[in-house]
């Protein structure tokens, strides 16, 4: 068997680091197909898409080295589907930034119930170098392997991290929030933030999010917007039928209603917000009809991040809605119930 290294070429130094150590602990070069070193990559002369599906088909183990470059790369994610179609035998490892509660990684191929861990955790490596012995060389002097993991570890946390361009929301999510001047132009906006000084530019999607995240703050959004970021948050339904599958979507949101025992202002009023949403910039066309109109939305990555990490008084404003939204059970109904413990409430 072969250990295949999945991974974007803008990850290659985690990816080397990884190959250095299967091979420092006894895994023979011949059996570690990594694409952005030569030495491990595909021979001169062969076509890469055809050497490539041979090597999978070979069913090899493979190791997914998962971040947000990986699944921005069109190559990185056929990869991913080849594999798990013939159902390798893999390890999940995520970059020391990435996040398993990130909604590619939620909704992608492979099943985010499943273990993965991070590249610099060390226990973790430990536990993945114990599970190759049985098919793979790997040395049997404890000591030495335990000190070449150790070095591993050592490696990858001296890799710089990505720089990114940091939201306004996970400023405002600070404890101590920073005061910032804001510069704008038609194109994006541009925080200076006095301590520690850098500068931020934040795309215009962002700013509507963090507009969002202020009128719910301040009590600006109608209830039935704040139950839908409540229904996305609790079914984790970031993708939503519009046009005519706002129909199904509408089911959908009645039956999570009586179960939440909710009145019904979200189902009736579900088109409306999904039209303020658009016109705020906080979703985006996912798919079309064959007529090219709109019928299923998702909510823009920034809003989907929030969510995902809401701060704590957004969660408390949200539970305010949904106290005062719960359903109310007239009285001269009650007599319909055989017994008290029959009461819906």
Known sequence: MKIFISHSSKNANYGQ?????????????????????DAFGIPTGQNIFNWLRARITEKPHVIYLLSSEYYSSVACLNEMGAAWIVENEHTII???????????????????????????????????????????PISTKT?????????????????EVPKQSLPVTQILKNEKPLDPIILTNTEEKIIVEDSPKKIIKINSKTSQVDKLLKDLQEGKLKDEEIILLHYSIDTARFKLGVGWKSAGEIENIKTW???????????????????????????????????????????????????????????????EVLARNERVIPKSTWNTFEKEDDLPF
């Open 17 to 37: 680091a990884i190959v250095d150590l299967l091979v420092a602990v006894g895994v023979n070069n011949e059996q570690i197909i990594f694409t952005s070193n």
């Open 143 to 159: 000591v030495f392997v335990s000190q070449k993991i150790r070095e591993f570890i050592e490696k990858v946390n001296s890799f």
């Open 257 to 319: 209603e009586d179960v939440n025992s909710l009145n019904s202002k979200l189902s009736l009023g579900y088109d409306e917000v999904m039209r303020r949403f658009d016109l705020k910039k906080l979703t985006e066309i996912t798919e079309f009809t064959s007529s090219n109109n709109p019928r299923e939305v998702e909510l823009v990555s920034d809003l989907r991040d929030l969510l995902l990490e809401l701060p704590k008084e957004c969660s408390l404003k949200i539970e």
């Open 94 to 136: 995520f970059t020391p930034e990435f996040k398993a509660s990130s909604p590619e990684f939620q909704s992608g191929a492979l099943d985010p119930r499943e273990m993965g861990f991070k590249i610099n955790n060390h226990d973790r490596v430990t536990g993945f170098i114990e599970t190759l012995r049985d098919i793979f």
